[in-house]
């Protein structure tokens, strides 16, 4: 069936808000909100740290099916993007925690994580400095010889401060969690990488590993999150697995080249690329 959307931008940092536009988009009853999440922002790149899906005035849950919320041919639901600075920040922080990186390499990864151009993004926050401007002017970012990192030396990290109250605003509990990432082939096992994330007490496990793995930005074919030597099921939020703050999680990867192949594929889909 086919629902209209009506997307609207909220940004405290935007000069001039171009206001809501909308557009049709067709639907099946099994499909979830965080399903319809992923097609609009396909469609209509934009940057935030928080997407909402509403129908009729009410929040709807990333979990939530279509055929679940009541909603029928013709009708309009409402997706509304909260961007931020702090929130755009954070992304990028989260993206250089494995490795310090060139600028085109930051805006190459961001890109690919989130499906919009660094230019785009600097404009819905209504920003018109070019994106090394804008990262030589953050004090929680360093450049140094060319290359873009986590400013250590400023006494704040991404765990704190605006950060963590960027993922307050939903009202949920936010937590320090540590993992040690394991990457491993039929042949191959690499040493483990520690990564630090702040998470939600009410994410998923699912969606903790869809962040683990869109930093790592590997071809993974299987991917297993434990606790305590116990291992996690996608469904389960985080307050149901235990986890309390400075716990350390397992993350083991399974990386193929059928998969690689397969993601390369997907991608040339549309076109041919160089």
Do not use: W
Not at 68 to 93: H, M, P, T, W, Y
Not at 213 to 221: A, D
Not at 255 to 272: I, K, T
Request: glycine share 8%.
């Amino acid at each position: 069936m086919k629902v209209h959307l009506k997307v609207n931008i909220e940004s405290k940092d935007l000069v001039n808000s171009s206001g809501s536009h909308g557009f049709d988009l067709v639907v099946g009853p099994s499909d979830t909100v965080s399903s319809i999440k992923e097609r609009v922002t396909s469609i209509e790149p934009t940057t935030g740290f928080e997407q909402v899906l509403a129908f009729g005035g009410k929040v709807l849950g990333d979990d939530t099916r279509v055929s679940d919320c009541g909603i029928k041919e013709g009708d309009s639901l409402d997706f509304v993007v909260r961007a931020s600075e702090e929130a755009f920040v954070q992304q990028l922080r989260e993206l250089l925690q494995a490795r310090a990186l060139s600028p085109s390499e930051l805006g190459f990864m961001y890109c690919h994580r989130y499906g919009i151009k660094v230019a785009q993004a600097l404009k819905t926050l209504g920003k018109e400095e070019t994106f090394e401007t804008f990262l030589s002017g953050q004090k929680h970012i360093a450049v140094e010889n060319g290359l873009v990192k986590v400013n250590s030396s400023d006494g704040t990290n991404p765990k704190n401060g605006a950060f963590e109250k960027a993922l307050k605003e939903g009202g949920n509990e936010t937590l320090n969690a540590n993992f040690r990432v394991r990457v491993q082939s039929r042949s191959h096992f690499e040493e483990p990488n520690e990564l630090g994330l702040i998470v939600n007490t009410q994410e998923t496990v699912r969606s903790v590993k869809d962040r683990i793995g869109k930093v790592e930005l590997l071809p993974c074919l299987d991917h297993r999150l434990e606790l305590a030597g116990n291992e996690l099921q996608d469904g389960q939020t985080l307050s149901s697995c235990g986890l309390k703050e400075g716990m350390t999680l397992t993350s083991t990867m399974t990386v193929s080249e059928d998969e690689f192949v397969r993601q390369l594929a997907e991608m040339l889909q549309a076109r041919a690329l160089t």
